[in-house]
């Protein structure tokens, strides 16, 4: 029995679907072998996900009612500003609607045609807006081993950043990002021993860093468990010390403000904080609504508050732990050391006879939803692998992941072993499982729309 217990009651529910084998069957099929386009009334079990999928709390309900719906300079603007300066220390706060926006609005005012942005692994979001700056996005994550569990597996390659700083290219070098936690590498964290380290290269070459925030409480909490010195911090303090060391940032708040929509950016350069605001405008609305309703910024300034919780991040980061160790258990190559926001599978490990442009990552996720309902997401080479040129075969991901994301205060022991039980069934017949094979691709993240079918 897992060791933690969640530190909250409920207070309402909602019924979970149970599809039938040949519903679900029908579902996937329909959807093109494409979970993305799989109906929600078809899921058993959504770990899809942690992006605006959590349960709000009695008073993010409260703070909801509240909200200041005036179009400009409402209070409610004024309550998330004040959260945000007091958590981050950067004076200039422009709401958006999801990070997704926050990300495409900072690194267009920052990136141009042949720039580059460096980091320690750019998220596919991330990515397309580099690219669609004109800029490369340069990975450098820190290298792993095989046997070795890195406790800070989603740091940035420092000596492979000054080599490159110092290179040919350096002077195309606009901007350095960290992800933290590092989603696409294993959702491991960043210490602040290495963010204190690129804050000292970028310093030495007269480059902005910037932090993606989208999961900053549960870095910080890793932070207070893992790194020398931090034992007695509270992850609230250690969250300020990593925002100290950056030049800005910007979020999801659908990950760590517990809500279902919101995105912010948060600058310490007034200058470019008016260009950011100046897109704002233009895409999102008024700069102190940024798409979002009065009652929105309520809710996310109270989630802002509640997620630097210690007990709660221990029952997160806890729950992710024993889930690992029961897929483990269960025959499945685990990353580890788990984060706090998912748990990831090697399915390249586990259908190795399934090579990487045929998708194993998609065969493995597509698996456990026909034999449970369980939606998964996979971050293999449909996500990461660049598409071939010409009718030439994708240029595979470094690692064929799918991720087991864990919607925040939302699903219990009770269903993880549920998960749990898929799982082990589908690594029983690893071995029968066949790949897939692209009929239909969009451009930029082409996992969403994308339609497939067995190979």
């Not at 569990?149 to 490159?164: R, T, Y």
């Not at 860093?209 to 303090?237: C, H, K, M, Q, W």
């Not at 029952?315 to 748990?343: D, I, K, M, N």
């Not at 017949?429 to 190979?455: D, H, I, S």
Request: negative net charge.
């Amino acid at each position: 029995m897992p060791s933690f217990m969640e530190p909250f009651r409920i207070k309402a529910i909602e019924s979970i679907p149970f599809p039938s084998p040949d519903e679900r069957r029908e579902a996937l099929t329909t959807a093109g072998y494409n979970l993305f386009r799989v109906p929600a009334r078809k899921i058993t079990i959504d770990l899809l996900t942690d992006s605006g999928t959590a349960a709000m709390s009695a008073d993010q309900w409260a703070a909801l009612m509240t909200g200041d719906e005036s179009y400009a300079g409402a209070r409610s603007f004024d309550r998330f500003q004040s959260v945000v300066q007091d958590l981050t220390g950067f004076p200039e706060v422009l709401p958006t609607h999801q990070g997704r926006a926050a990300e495409r609005i900072l690194l267009g005012n920052l990136l141009g045609l042949g720039d580059i942005s460096v980091s320690n692994t750019h998220f596919d979001s991330t990515r397309a807006s580099v690219e669609a700056a004109g800029a490369e996005a340069v990975d450098l994550p820190v290298p792993s081993y095989e046997g070795v569990q890195n406790p800070f597996g989603g740091d940035i390659d420092l000596d492979a950043l000054a080599e490159l700083l110092d290179g040919q290219s350096g002077p195309r070098i606009r901007c350095v990002v960290l992800t933290v936690t590092n989603n696409a590498n294993g959702g491991q964290p960043v210490s602040l021993l290495n963010i204190a380290g690129a804050r000292k290269l970028c310093d030495t070459h007269g480059i902005p860093l910037f932090l993606d925030a989208s999961r900053f409480a549960e870095n910080a909490y890793l932070i207070t468990e893992r790194e020398v010195g931090y034992a007695d911090s509270t992850p609230r303090a250690v969250a300020r010390t990593m925002f100290d060391l950056a030049d800005g940032c910007w979020a999801s708040l659908k990950k760590d403000g517990l809500a279902n929509i919101g995105g912010l950016i948060a600058l310490r350069d007034a200058e470019l904080a008016g260009r950011c605001a100046d897109q704002v405008i233009a895409f999102e609305g008024f700069p102190t609504y940024g798409g979002l309703a009065g009652r929105d910024l309520e809710v996310l300034a109270q989630g802002l508050i509640e997620v630097t919780d210690p007990d709660y991040l221990r029952y997160r980061a806890e729950s992710a732990r024993w889930f690992g160790e029961q897929l483990g258990l269960a025959g499945l190559p685990v990353l580890q050391p788990t984060g706090c926001h998912a748990v990831y599978v090697d399915a390249g490990v586990l259908l190795e006879h399934i090579p990487p442009q045929q998708f194993p990552a998609t065969a493995f996720a597509n698996e456990l939803y026909l034999a449970g309902g369980v939606r998964v997401c996979e971050l293999g080479t449909l996500v990461f692998g660049r598409p071939g040129q010409d009718g030439a075969p994708d240029t595979p991901a470094p690692r064929e992941l799918v991720r087991f994301a864990l919607p925040r205060r939302v699903y219990t022991a009770s269903h993880l072993e549920y998960v749990v039980d898929v799982a082990e069934l589908v690594r029983s017949k690893a071995e029968q499982l066949r790949g897939y094979r692209l009929v239909r691709q969009g451009g930029a993240m082409r996992q969403f729309t994308a339609v497939l079918e067995q190979a």
